[in-house]
């Protein structure tokens, strides 16, 4: 597609209930991120992947939070036992390499999913 | 430790006038800094960046001033229209990490006509 997909759009769960979130990057791009946005802050990074793998997790706040990328195209951003806290809007974004500097070129992000946990 | 400022959080500008929204960074390590527009209900979208060993750049009624020295940077809108009401963020990442953006907290930015 020309963007960065991201689905669903909104997500309410249940407190304590499991939840994935989708994303689909633009075709050829080999990185791809994952972000959280609270209300009235600006996003903070949760992972990085470079084709399959996760080249940095660090930004995951804890064990409850999990990402793959099994074939270097799609992601799923898994959350365990979710709590009111997660509440956030997920963005995933995407880029044609790791070096946005070097190629001057930025992130291209999706719209996010809304998850509201109550 | 939060490595972007930003300030102001929200500005009001009239039509035609110039928006000046300003970041300052802790990291000495960044070596590239953008900026991203966001509205309602959508992801972010670079709008400019620059690299360290460039003051300024400009593009359309965008321009981008950094200060290494001083570690920090600035945007300006030119000649701001209602149309540029959103939400603007500063950035910085270093080549190393990945290109993993920390960003700062925003600026609302609200032009009226």
């Known amino acids: 597609g020309a963007g960065v997909s991201q689905t669903p759009s909104n997500k309410v769960t249940e407190k304590g209930k499991y939840v994935e979130l989708r994303c689909d990057p633009i075709?050829?791009?080999?990185?791809l991120y994952w972000y959280r946005q609270s209300l009235g802050q600006g996003p903070e990074f949760l992972i990085y992947f470079q084709g399959t793998g996760a080249a940095d997790d660090s930004g995951l706040p804890n064990d409850r939070f999990f990402a793959v990328r099994p074939e270097g195209s799609v992601s799923t951003l898994k959350i365990q036992r979710t709590e009111r806290g997660d509440s956030a809007v997920y963005l995933c974004a995407s880029s044609l390499g790791p070096s946005l500097a070097r190629a001057n070129y930025g992130y291209t992000f999706g719209s996010g999913t809304r998850l509201t946990v109550v | 430790q939060q490595q972007v400022k930003q300030s102001p959080q929200s500005l009001i500008v009239q039509k035609g006038g110039i928006s000046i929204i300003n970041c300052a960074y802790e990291n000495t390590a960044f070596d590239y800094f953008p900026w991203y527009q966001q509205f309602p209900g959508k992801g972010p979208a670079l709008l400019i960046a620059i690299r360290p060993d460039v003051s300024e750049k400009k593009e359309g009624r965008f321009t981008i001033s950094f200060n290494k020295s001083a570690k920090q940077f600035s945007l300006h809108i030119m000649d701001s229209q209602p149309g540029d009401s959103a939400t603007y963020f500063c950035a910085a990442s270093k080549e190393t990490s990945g290109s993993r953006l920390t960003f700062g907290e925003g600026t609302q930015l609200t032009v009226n006509p």
């Open positions: 075709s050829g791009h080999t990185a």
